[in-house]
């Protein structure tokens, strides 16, 4: 304590981080306060959020699986159910789910219910179910519409099912709702979505916006919206703008990546395809 390692301090400290956005800070201070007091659940509780935000659900799982009867909420079941989903257990989340449903039975949680919402939403898309998880996107939106990501969700599932429209319209409306429209991930699929609609001028301008909002350690998700505003580039005969666009993609992810993921010959062949259709005008 003299030398002020505080676990309470370093802790809280990981929240506010959380909270802003920055995970790799608020992980590294939830990682001292567990240095400090390595039976501290919620500290770990915590970190396995962030540690699931940040792509890395093994080592969330495992911190979950320690926590999940020291805490009596239903959180670590439904970030159980979450880490399940990402290593595509979908069983094992709707096991996850069920228990955290029995929990929220004592303990309402209005954040958490829309969250299982949601999960229940992509066990059941995960399973061709389509119509069933566009009724559990819709209820995790009218108990949270303020969270974008249940947006996203929605509007993705329904760009699949080739319905752009409603996929915009769900994210437009998102936008006008709460005046945010800082969210990448929400911007580029908007831009997605109006590119399938044939309004290329508005889709670029989104995954333009969306690219410059990412931060810099998101490399792979810049590296597609450069790959659209590219290909949007060269359907509006700007040669020199896609060019430019697609040589920053490229800068932007591992080369062989693209070559084995099949992802530059879909481009290649999507060029080819413009490049007829110009001269073919």
Known sequence: NAQGF???RYFTQCQLFEA?????????????????????????LVLARVELAMGDAASAEGRLRRVRNRIATAEPLVLLARAALAAERSG??????????????????????AHVAMLSGQIMQSQG???????????????????????????????????????????TSYIQLTGNDRDPDLRSLLGRA?????????AAGHLATAHQL???????AQAADLRGLALISYAEGD???????LRE?????????????????????????????????
């Open 249 to 281: 993609s490229f800068r932007r992810e591992n080369f062989s990546g693209v070559l084995g993921g099949n992802t530059l010959l879909w481009v290649l062949v999507l060029l080819l395809l413009v490049a007829v259709h110009l001269v073919g005008e």
């Open 92 to 113: 094992e989340a709707e096991a996850f789910l069920e228990e955290a449903k029995r929990r929220l039975a004592d303990e309402a949680n209005v954040e958490l219910e």
């Open 239 to 245: 040669f020199a703008g896609g060019g430019l666009a």
């Open 194 to 202: 109006l590119w399938a609609q044939g309004n290329l001028s508005a």
């Open 20 to 44: 802003r956005g920055d995970l790799e800070t608020a992980r590294q201070f939830c990682l001292n306060a567990l240095q400090v007091r390595p039976d501290f659940a919620e500290a770990e």
């Open 129 to 171: 179910r389509y119509d069933e998880a566009l009724s559990q996107f819709a209820r995790a939106i009218a108990i949270d519409p303020l969270e974008p990501e249940f947006r996203v969700l929605d509007a993705q599932l329904r760009l699949r099912l080739r319905d752009p429209g409603s996929a915009a319209q769900q994210l």
């Open 6 to 8: 505080d676990a309470n």
């Open 214 to 220: 990412r931060g810099a350690r998101n490399v792979e």
